[in-house]
């Protein structure tokens, strides 16, 4: 005779659906040089919901609702060709376990305050959805640190796209909060620098599995990275 116990598949499913893919170290990253870790196509494959930046020009990468997009100066968007290098990106398929209220917040300490009680555990990454309208954002196109181009938007309505590291992973993931912004229209995006929202919902999934994978580049494989 055989026994089901479709409860002991359950944990299996859950993780399964919450495995964060990553392409390069944000230490590696942070260093300069010149990356080219994986096309646009192949990141793609890895989740409908993703941020990152391009290695051609350090742009700001989108990746929404199954939708890439690179943000060019001044916030402008466009679609991303497939051909387009990534140098640095986390991707996930988002399914969110929690919705939740988000008050208005004017700093984004404040915003962090509105998210962080909804987390079960802060040992673990989580993807985030933040959607409403903003009083007013500061954003950068670009992750350039010789060339920023740094911008401001208000009144607009839009979500934040993002994740949320714990630091046990610095120097192979960012630190804490990080979220792209991208408009309700499609039109406007960027790299989060200031924030001051109205009243939002905000969506969060845990993630148990992540799947980090390193350039095959020469630049990397001979880089001296401490």
Known sequence: MKFFFPYLLFPFFIWAET???QINLQKYFNSGVDQNALSESALAKKGDFAIG????DEAVFIRYDGNSYKVTKGGALQKVDEKEGIAIANAILFQPAKHFDVGAANTFVKL??????HFDSQNIPYAIL????????KLNST???QKPDLFELNDIKGSLVGFWMPSSLSGIAFDKFHFHFISQDRKKGGRVIEVSSAKGIGAITPIFNLNLEFPKTKE???ARIN
């Open 220 to 222: 990397f494989l001979n």
């Open 112 to 117: 962090d305050q509105e998210i962080l009680p």
């Open 53 to 56: 930046s391009l290695s051609s």
């Open 19 to 21: 495995s964060l893919y």
């Open 143 to 145: 992750y350039s640190k």
């Open 130 to 137: 933040i959607t409403g309208t903003f009083n007013h954002i």
